[in-house]
């Protein structure tokens, strides 16, 4: 008797499969780019794509000429009408595509001065496909971390959006991997840090370094400035009663 639902992250009605709104939302509500650097980071993460998006040069090609030097930055119809049929194809097939549950998850993502961001995937045929976009923008506190703690909250991120796609399956993270080895070095560790420890051992996780100029997808997301939709005071206290009861639960395995 249901015409409309999700199922499995995908919405299934007598369209067919389609994606759920949810996993592209920071996408579609993209705002067009509004200096040089904004173009910069927009085509460097459809770049990463553009062997899905056909003819992605000769589309792009309005964007590009606002990179050249001596160029007033006018951003025309001609340029608008690119950005969206780039974007139209980033959150559709064949960029965007449903979980295979046999193969692997990949993550990608990467921090900025005040914002994280995040990219889900799987690799079919040796390309890297879409299944979820997130992002969101650090707090007040959040934005006095280190960078490198930045890039830890990046991964930690990722792990808790992704969690459900997560849990039980292969996970390949490209990120700083010196992030990484920095967390599980501290002699003196945070209490934050312990929580982030528990919170990936939960996983089946490979890092693989990646450097900022080869991650343009999570770099551009991690430049978005998106609010989560809970107050940080709430989200802030049910993080802290997760951990808590992971906490717990780390205990009585123990003894």
């Not at 007598?14 to 904004?38: C, H, S, W, Y």
């Not at 119809?77 to 194809?89: S, V």
């Not at 945070?190 to 996983?203: A, N």
């Amino acid at each position: 008797m249901v015409r409309d639902g999700i199922v499995l992250g995908h919405r299934i009605s007598e369209r067919g499969i389609e994606v759920d709104k949810a996993k592209i939302e920071v996408m579609t509500n993209l705002q067009p780019p509004k200096t040089v650097k904004d173009i910069r980071s927009f085509l460097g993460h459809a770049g990463f794509y553009r062997r899905f998006i056909k003819y992605f040069s000769h589309i792009a090609r309005p964007l590009t000429r606002l990179l050249c030097k001596d160029i007033n930055f006018e951003f025309t119809k001609e340029c608008h009408k690119a950005f969206t049929k780039i974007n139209d194809a980033l959150v559709s097939a064949p960029v965007v595509q449903r979980p295979n549950w046999e193969l692997p998850f990949e993550i990608m993502c990467d921090a900025s001065a005040d914002a994280v961001g995040a990219v889900l995937g799987q690799r079919r045929d040796k390309k890297l496909h879409v299944i979820y976009y997130a992002s969101r923008t650090l707090d007040e506190a959040q934005c006095k971390y280190a960078t490198t703690e930045k890039e830890l909250l990046a991964i930690v991120f990722a792990f808790e959006k992704f969690q459900s796609y997560l849990v039980g399956s292969k996970v390949i993270v490209h990120s700083d991997h010196a992030a990484l080895r920095y967390l599980l070095s501290k002699q003196d560790a945070k209490t934050r840090f312990l929580r982030w420890i528990l919170l990936l051992q939960e996983f089946d996780l490979e890092i693989k370094n990646r450097r900022g100029a080869d991650n343009g997808v999570a770099d551009h997301l991690s430049r978005m400035r998106v609010e989560e939709n809970l107050p940080l005071d709430v989200l802030a206290f049910l993080h802290g009663f997760r951990t808590s009861f992971m906490h717990l639960l780390h205990s009585f395995s123990i003894h």
